[in-house]
């Protein structure tokens, strides 16, 4: 038996929650979110997307069913950390293959459980998204340590540290796109390539004449982590790449990279968008649909040229956008959504047909 190690969760404003580690102990900085997924607890482990951030689960027992490594949404979990209310020790599923504590050990990140995490929750829905430590100094860091640690955080470099670091190909006899991968689940490659896709992977920071090299019939932007605007680089690719004419798609952050690159801004959220019960209304057909999400940053301030065909039931954000004369279309939400509500999957058939209008009028 495993020995019960104290720690605690320090949050910006100083509010603290004390609990047990487990995982990997080692004290650990992130940004401090929440997701309301019931199930996939492990797609959320393994998304990019949460690249630098500790994570938040409101459903209280997790790691009922295990970890299946068949099911990870990346090469490994780039998380900073893992907030539970109760783990489970004796996980029940003939795919399991490790428990979620062995997983987070193995996988160097810090776990804390046996807190109200809907308290924190109401925290951090109250006052936002917030920086927060997880240590096993309970009660020892001074101020001086804590303001410290805090200002030494970043997550500036999170699509460098998720995206692969050379191309590589998935075979298709369909459309050939070309998808830049910010830190892209695998998720989206799986739901592409179940369309025939052919996909000429690359990484974040390729160039124009890299991408162009493969002559794709499109350009596709997956999801990935951290701000828009701390890659300036890629959007400025991006744009450059829209210029030539060829189709671009895009999903959660390779939306708003392309929204960026469209001359619309990026605002960050209070709280963020994280989880799989976000209404979304379709603005052409009214339709409403249930989606999975994980976002800190949201599009606004649209420019003349594009218009937004997705909102927000919840508060009124853009969930999508799509330039007026340009084969140009993206959405915030996740259409694959592994586990997760499957509403939206048409998306991906939309996205091919936008590409083949475009190759039959070339």
Same mark, same amino acid.
Request: charged share 25%; aromatic share 8%; glycine share 10%.
């Given at each position: 038996?495993?020995?019960?190690?104290?720690?605690?969760?320090?949050?910006? *404003?100083?509010?603290?929650?004390?609990?047990?580690?487990?995982?990997?102990?080692?004290? =650990?900085?992130?940004?401090? /979110?929440?997701? =309301?997924?019931?199930?996939?607890?492990?797609?959320?482990?393994?998304?990019?997307?949460?690249?630098?951030?500790?994570?938040?689960?409101?459903?209280?027992?997790?790691?009922?069913?295990?970890?299946?490594?068949?099911?990870?949404?990346?090469?490994?979990?780039?998380?900073?950390?893992?907030?539970?209310?109760?783990?489970?020790? /004796?996980? *029940?599923?003939?795919?399991?293959?490790?428990d979620i504590d062995d997983f987070l050990y193995q996988n160097k990140i810090m776990g804390l459980e046996g807190i109200d995490t809907r308290a924190l929750t109401r925290v951090l829905r109250d006052n936002g998204t917030m920086r927060g430590?997880?240590? =096993?100094?309970?009660?020892?860091?001074?101020?001086?340590?804590?303001?410290?640690?805090?200002?030494?955080?970043?997550?500036?470099?999170?699509?460098?540290?998720?995206?692969?670091?050379?191309?590589?190909?998935?075979?298709g006899s369909g459309t050939h796109l070309a998808v830049l991968d910010c830190g892209i689940k695998q998720g989206i490659l799986r739901d592409l390539k179940k369309r025939g896709c052919k996909l000429s992977v690359f990484p974040a920071f390729?160039?124009?004449?890299?991408?162009?090299?493969?002559?794709?019939?499109?350009?596709?932007?997956?999801?990935?982590?951290?701000?828009?605007?701390?890659?300036?680089?890629?959007?400025?690719?991006?744009?450059?790449?829209?210029?030539?004419?060829?189709? /671009?798609?895009?999903?959660?952050?390779?939306?708003?990279?392309?929204?960026?690159?469209?001359?619309?801004?990026?605002?960050?959220?209070?709280?963020?968008?994280?989880?799989?019960?976000?209404?979304?209304?379709?603005?052409?057909?009214?339709?409403?649909?249930?989606?999975?999400?994980?976002?800190?940053? /949201?599009?606004?301030?649209?420019?003349?040229?594009?218009?937004?065909?997705?909102? *927000?039931?919840?508060?009124?954000?853009?969930?999508?956008i799509r330039h007026k004369t340009k084969p140009i279309f993206s959405v915030q939400f996740h259409p694959e959504a592994s586990p997760g509500p499957l509403d939206t999957q048409e998306l991906f058939d939309r996205f091919l047909k936008i590409?083949?209008?475009?190759?039959?009028?070339?």
């Amino acid at each position: 038996m495993k020995k019960t190690v104290k720690a605690e969760l320090i949050l910006e *404003n100083g509010v603290r929650f004390k609990g047990n580690a487990f995982g990997y102990i080692k004290e =650990t900085v992130g940004e401090v /979110v929440f997701t =309301t997924g019931m199930t996939g607890y492990q797609e959320t482990l393994t998304d990019p997307s949460f690249a630098g951030q500790i994570v938040t689960m409101t459903y209280p027992l997790i790691g009922n069913y295990g970890i299946n490594l068949e099911d990870m949404e990346s090469r490994k979990p780039f998380l900073k950390g893992f907030v539970v209310r109760e783990k489970c020790n /004796v996980p *029940n599923n003939w795919r399991c293959e490790m428990d979620i504590d062995d997983f987070l050990y193995q996988n160097k990140i810090m776990g804390l459980e046996g807190i109200d995490t809907r308290a924190l929750t109401r925290v951090l829905r109250d006052n936002g998204t917030m920086r927060g430590i997880i240590t =096993t100094r309970v009660g020892d860091l001074t101020q001086s340590q804590i303001k410290q640690k805090f200002d030494t955080y970043t997550n500036a470099y999170a699509v460098k540290e998720t995206t692969i670091d050379e191309p590589y190909t998935i075979s298709g006899s369909g459309t050939h796109l070309a998808v830049l991968d910010c830190g892209i689940k695998q998720g989206i490659l799986r739901d592409l390539k179940k369309r025939g896709c052919k996909l000429s992977v690359f990484p974040a920071f390729s160039t124009v004449e890299e991408i162009l090299a493969v002559k794709p019939d499109a350009i596709f932007l997956g999801n990935g982590p951290g701000d828009p605007k701390d890659i300036p680089t890629v959007v400025e690719t991006v744009k450059k790449l829209i210029d030539t004419g060829i189709p /671009v798609l895009g999903i959660c952050l390779g939306h708003q990279i392309i929204s960026l690159a469209l001359g619309c801004n990026t605002t960050r959220l209070k709280f963020g968008h994280h989880g799989g019960n976000h209404p979304v209304k379709d603005l052409k057909t009214g339709r409403v649909y249930i989606t999975s999400q994980n976002h800190e940053f /949201v599009v606004s301030d649209l420019s003349d040229e594009v218009e937004a065909t997705f909102i *927000n039931v919840n508060d009124g954000s853009i969930e999508g956008i799509r330039h007026k004369t340009k084969p140009i279309f993206s959405v915030q939400f996740h259409p694959e959504a592994s586990p997760g509500p499957l509403d939206t999957q048409e998306l991906f058939d939309r996205f091919l047909k936008i590409i083949e209008e475009v190759k039959a009028h070339a």
